[in-house]
């Protein structure tokens, strides 16, 4: 019997064992994770300093000779790009054309650039803290201007925009959903 159906679920004629690769790239998800809300940690600014100098951990180059903990946390980096997208409370952080911010499944950016004069996620919201559906309508793509204004507008609490990431780990990897 092969180790992908031992991992299946009994209900489906395996005998439910863990994957083990894929708990540990959740776990090292975790930790690149960490590198990114914290990275004036000890570990992050190490990290900083020997593996991504120039840039940041998103566009961290591998290098020719990675440690073993920094080759697990960039295989399990492409888990975050697909799964971190911003929650905002005024949009005044977040780049409409390049950061994530719609709730799609996957690659959280608009489908297309209709506008280069406008360029953040604050600049389709009116004073009164509504979607401006008519300057949506002319600057995105019709599914994406429906996914907008789906969005909730948060008016209390938060107190700015923050990089959110949720996991969501089927049948290949974990079953389940992590929210960092």
């Not at 697990?72 to 977040?94: C, H, K, M, P, Y």
Request: charged share 25%; net charge positive; with cysteine.
């Amino acid at each position: 019997m092969s180790w992908d159906k031992l991992c299946r679920p009994k209900e489906e004629g395996g005998i439910g064992f863990r994957d083990l690769h894929a708990h540990n790239l959740a776990l090292l998800s975790k930790q690149g994770w960490r590198l990114v809300k914290n990275p004036s940690s000890l570990l992050g600014r190490l990290y900083k300093v020997r593996y991504f100098p120039n840039s940041d951990f998103w566009l961290a180059p591998i290098p020719s000779s990675p440690s073993a903990s920094w080759k697990g946390i960039f295989e399990a980096r492409d888990l975050l790009v697909n799964g971190t997208r911003w929650q905002f409370r005024d949009g005044s952080s977040v780049h409409a054309w390049e950061d994530p911010w719609l709730p799609r499944d996957r690659d959280f950016r608009p489908l297309s650039r209709r506008s280069m004069r406008l360029s953040m996620v604050s600049e389709f919201i009116t004073a009164s803290k509504q979607w401006d559906s008519q300057l949506l309508e002319e600057h995105f793509e019709p599914t994406d201007v429906s996914l907008i204004l789906s969005i909730p507008l948060l008016r209390h609490r938060m107190a700015h925009d923050k990089l959110i990431c949720i996991l969501i780990l089927k049948a290949g990897l974990l079953q389940g959903q992590l929210v960092f």
